[in-house]
């Protein structure tokens, strides 16, 4: 199925994990893709031969543009090479995000800044920038942000991330709301415990990741390409009246899941 044959898409941070599994997967579904990176071009070159694997039919392209997200002029120059290539932007997909561990009382302020502004002030930049051309011409478009089930969960020791996300679902309503009436579409996926390199740490040591995915309701971590199908769909027009929401792809993990057990009932 090519849902999105013939679509120019943006994604942000794609050189590894979520990222490089959403430029997989929208190759095969069609879609020309521009993967971003900010260090590491031999990642970014792997998605790349990945993503031309994935192609069914042969059609299509990739190309991969350099830039700091939290950069102005740099992400002014990825929309505009992007555009320049494929000759128009029709998706711009917002993951570049980055996290490091602290107790709160103990969070360097050059770190609290470095997270935010790759998680919140990126998108915003990426965003606003993808929003000027969508104006510029017929069509509308879409945009797509990674967030986390951390919109609403509280996460100790990763206060700026999780500010960041919680950030990201008033920035997701605020320009679905905004630019409704100008046939965008603004959305987000909100994964939990997934099968990335960020999270390494955990998916290396049986006994962690027992731990963790003792917490999902199904029982077990999302593999990258699970998430990216979400995104999938969001991009697609199957989802054209889907505006101003985060669908949580997480197994369950923001039901509650230690009310499995009714031990607050009394019951």
Not at 16 to 21: E, R
Not at 116 to 141: K, M, Q, T, Y
Request: glycine share 10%; aromatic share 6%.
């Amino acid at each position: 199925m090519e849902r999105l044959k013939g679509k120019n898409v943006l994604i942000t941070g794609a050189s590894s994990g979520i990222g490089q599994a959403i430029a997989v997967r929208f190759a095969r579904e069609g879609a020309n893709v521009a993967i971003n990176y900010r260090s590491g071009a031999e990642q970014a070159e792997a998605t790349q031969t990945l993503a031309r694997a994935a192609r069914t039919n042969g059609g299509g392209r990739e190309i991969i543009v350099q830039a700091d997200v939290s950069n102005e002029n740099q992400v002014k120059q990825m929309i505009a090479k992007t555009i320049e290539v494929f000759g128009r932007l029709d998706v711009l997909i917002n993951n570049a995000g980055i996290q490091k561990p602290a107790p709160s009382h103990e969070i360097e302020t050059s770190d609290f800044d470095r997270i935010l502004s790759v998680n919140l002030r990126g998108p915003f930049l990426c965003s606003r920038e993808a929003i000027r051309h969508f104006l510029s011409r017929p069509g509308g478009g879409v945009i797509l942000n990674n967030s986390s089930v951390h919109e609403i969960i509280p996460k100790p020791k990763y206060l700026p991330y999780s500010i960041s996300k919680g950030g990201m679902e008033n920035l997701t309503k605020s320009l679905a709301l905004e630019y409704a009436g100008q046939g965008i579409r603004v959305n987000a996926v909100g994964p939990g415990a997934v099968v990335t390199p960020i999270n390494k740490a955990w998916i290396d040591n049986p006994k962690a990741r027992g731990e963790v995915e003792s917490h999902i309701p199904v029982g077990h971590a999302a593999a990258a390409d699970e998430i990216a199908s979400v995104f999938a769909f969001l991009a697609s027009d199957e989802a054209s009246y889907v505006t101003g929401q985060t669908i949580f792809a997480c197994g369950g993990l923001t039901l509650y899941p230690e009310f499995r057990v009714a031990w607050s009932s009394g019951e």
